[in-house]
């Protein structure tokens, strides 16, 4: 069975800091996908790497993809407290299956 | 607007009351696909469909049951809820074929629906 691991699951930081949530497995992934999900609502796709060692931007968070496509990190830069959310990161196994990680919940603080 | 639409948003039932949860996608995906979502254990897939008539059982699919009679709707049955059943549940479409990056296994979710059992 293909297991994804999020760590950490819980992150409370203030506005302005850096951090880095980290996807793990044994498994390789054809992708992996990174979602925001805010209270209320389902998650939102933020980005998808394909290539391993890929590098992806969006604003103030970067997203990599290992190069053996078996982990991934996101890295937020001057967090604010829009940033505030449960991030789940989620692999495809070539098929149709996506399978999800529990999620790293962050909390920024103004 | 592109959407996945679920119906009801909350629920709170009791124990054998048959219910259902519907989910429909205004979006001509193939793939449709049910999750729940439990503190601590992410997003865990029920069943999912392929396309029409074709489901399959995802990672937890026990005391659930789904149908895919038309290609926008894939409701989601508790024939006899019981109280490890009270989760928040998703339903979620993609594109079924095509590269990743024209949004093939690319998820769009519904809001979500609470359900209580009691």
């Known amino acids: 069975t293909q297991l994804l691991e999020q760590s950490p699951q819980f992150l409370s930081i203030q506005e302005g800091e850096n951090l880095t949530v980290y996807c793990n497995s044994s498994?390789?992934?054809?992708?992996l996908q990174w979602y925001r999900q805010e209270p209320g609502e389902g998650p939102v796709l933020l980005v998808t790497?394909?290539?391993?060692?890929e590098v992806k931007k969006l604003k103030r968070l970067t997203f990599q993809f290992g190069d053996a496509r078996k982990d991934s990190s996101l890295h937020i830069t001057a967090a604010q407290p829009g940033d505030t959310g449960l991030y789940l990161c989620?692999?495809?196994?070539?098929?149709?299956?996506?399978?999800f990680g529990a999620g790293t919940r962050l909390f920024v603080k103004a | 607007e592109a959407q996945v639409t679920q119906n009801p948003r909350y629920l709170i039932t009791v124990t054998g009351k048959k219910l259902t949860v519907t989910c429909s996608q205004n979006?001509?995906?193939?793939?449709m696909s049910w999750y729940r979502q439990d503190p601590g254990l992410g997003l865990r897939q029920i069943y999912y469909?392929?396309?029409?008539?074709?489901?399959d059982k995802g990672d937890v699919p026990e005391g659930y049951k789904v149908s895919r009679k038309e290609k926008r709707n894939f409701p989601l049955i508790l024939e006899s809820p019981s109280p490890n059943q009270t989760s928040l549940y998703f339903c979620?479409?993609?594109?079924?074929?095509?590269?990743?990056?024209?949004?093939?296994?690319?998820?769009?979710f519904g809001a979500g629906s609470r359900l209580t059992v009691l």
């Open positions: 979620a479409s993609s594109l079924n074929s095509g590269h990743i990056s024209s949004g093939a296994n690319v998820l769009t």
């Open positions: 498994s390789v992934f054809s992708s």
């Open positions: 790497v394909v290539t391993g060692g």
């Open positions: 989620a692999g495809a196994d070539g098929g149709f299956k996506t399978i």
């Open positions: 979006m001509n995906h193939e793939y």
């Open positions: 469909s392929m396309n029409v008539e074709v489901t």
